[in-house]
């Protein structure tokens, strides 16, 4: 694997199934713009401009690079030189829009159900490129999202490798967590130490940091703030980052500063048994809503069904948040190779809060968890940890 991205086979066998789906869906062709699709297609991490820069792959045809001369160097790190896909750069002055419709097969893309152009608009084609193809074709483009969902939701072997390597990396910063908590650390402090640590066990950013100590933890989206830690906290930590190259790490665990209140172990180890239920849950064939309902039924069991207040879990790749979603409603069937968080949590407005995350993958038989630290409630002895 080169550093940043994958071997080109594997861009090549990703871009020829995004030409079959695009076929049997019965469009013109894709045009993709910079984002996670065109990375997930060339391992390019070119940025939007107002320049275009764009992949277009037709139906019939060869793909095409299209791309403004000032940033022919962005492409030097893809997979572009490797795959033999043209390149068609432009200076200004030139219209990349009807280069872009000229690489489609030249001319704009009529309507109807086997002529339409799919165009990736939802996170990675601004307006500002949008507007003036659809002016060119002719016709509002759709979605590109429908047909590359599928590729991306299903994980290949190699995207599999890198997220087993970013959990064991995140894994690595939650086991030394504990050290960083004390009475009179604020939680800023003690994501500063998180974010070295996410560093230092090989990831290349930092995505994300929670340190939600007692009333904050009950807010699930809390990031860090001022407030100082004090004994008998419940702390919730849920932290991630991209690994190279680019996939992303996603874990929550959660603290106590001292013997946790009978109460609070109570309700944790029932939180404990939903997480499981619902991992246990996770097979070929089931459907997300299920794996979603798994959880939340062990909750409801015990009274505590109003306290879990959002989704069981999102997919994870190179994107933090994608597809499938774990939530009530979503009854796409499971497939092998499918990656996403198992994450129910429980939390009381103004008291405490709690959450118990691993990313698993789809397997044959079940479901194979890259998160394998305890999930029992850590607790961390009042005294010990960072002065």
Known sequence: MTEGRFSSDVYARRMAAAGRAAADAGLAGLVITP????????????????RLTALVLPVNGDPTIVVPRLELASLKDSAVPELGVAVRDWVDGEDPYRIVVGALGGTPVATGPSGRLAVAVTDAMPALHLLPLTDVLGVLPVLATDVLRTLRMVKDPAEVDVLRKAGAAIDRVHARVPEFLAPGRTEADVAADIAEAIVAEGHSEVAFI???????????????????????DIVVVDIGGPYDPGYNSDSTRTYSLGEPDPEVARRYAVLQRAQRAAVDAVRPGVTAEQVDAAARDVLAAEGLADAFVHRTGHGIGLSVHEEPYIVAGNSLPLQEGMAFSVEPGIYFAGEWGARIEDIVIVTADGALSVNNRPHELVVVPVGSGAA
């Open 35 to 50: 984002g996670y699709d065109l990375r997930y297609l060339l391992g390019s991490r070119a940025q939007t401009f107002e």
């Open 210 to 232: 929670i340190v939600g100590s007692g009333p904050h933890g009950a807010d699930p989206h809390h990031e860090c703030s001022d407030r100082e830690l004090r004994a008998g």
